[in-house]
């Protein structure tokens, strides 16, 4: 089971520079989502989406910019890097928004971005 | 919005013992909570959940403990064990959002 995957694990960037995290999942399921997560903090929600096609504004959305073209694939840019992006990335998706028991959100492996 | 944190960043614990890691929460109109466990070098793994209608849920060897009334909830681990040792984040999700707090991290001693 391949669940949520990210591409790349590691990367560093200069300061400017664009890029793309790419997930994807193969549970079918609706609704995906981007956090972060700095040093022993908690994760902070960037982006979500609810559907292909549909995506919002999470707390910490600027400087960011996600795309849901299909179902399985939630991909999350980074425009113009700067230094305070640097931060541990995660996708995530689950079956539906509200959480009850048995709709886990389940995540990917994380993203280690670097901008130097 | 919901404001969710853990008491204690760092616990010590005894192979073998009970782990306590606790969590407040601000937002009184959160419903839902979860229980994740973070691997080092990976992504956060569901451990338990329980919805805001309900006070004591169990799992194997973990029990989540809610307490509505001062707004905290509890993970209790049964004989811990090395494979235990992470990092435990609280959620609480009130509308669409689950907040998540700092984490604790777990270490075991044999």
């Known amino acids: 089971n391949a669940g949520v995957t990210q591409t790349p694990k590691f990367r560093i960037l200069k300061i400017g520079q664009s890029m793309t995290l790419q997930c994807t999942q193969d549970m079918n399921h609706n609704y995906m989502y981007w956090y972060r997560q700095d040093p022993g903090m908690g994760l902070k929600l960037i982006y979500y989406s609810v559907g292909a096609g549909i995506t919002d504004k999470g707390e910490v959305p600027n400087g960011y910019n996600v795309s849901r073209s299909t179902t399985e694939d939630f991909p999350l840019r980074l425009e113009l890097a700067a230094p305070s992006q640097t931060s541990v990335y995660f996708c995530?998706?689950?079956?539906?928004?509200?959480?009850?028991?048995?709709?886990?959100?389940?995540f990917g492996e994380g993203s280690w971005l670097t901008v130097v | 919005g919901e404001s969710v944190g853990l008491h204690l960043p760092t616990l010590s614990v005894q192979e073998g013992d009970n782990s306590i890691i606790n969590c407040a929460y601000s937002?009184?109109?959160?419903?839902?909570f979860i229980w994740y466990k973070q691997e080092s070098g990976k992504g956060p793994q569901f451990i338990i959940d329980i919805r805001s209608n309900m006070d004591k849920r169990q799992g194997q060897r973990v029990t989540v403990l809610l307490n509505k009334t001062v707004k905290h909830l509890s993970l209790q681990i049964a004989a811990t064990q090395p494979g235990d040792s992470a990092v435990y984040f609280c959620a609480g999700q009130g509308g669409y959002k689950l907040s998540f707090g700092a984490g604790t991290t777990v270490t075991v001693r044999a």
């Open positions: 995530a998706s689950s079956l539906t928004l509200r959480g009850s028991s048995g709709n886990t959100i389940y």
């Open positions: 937002n009184s109109a959160s419903d839902y």
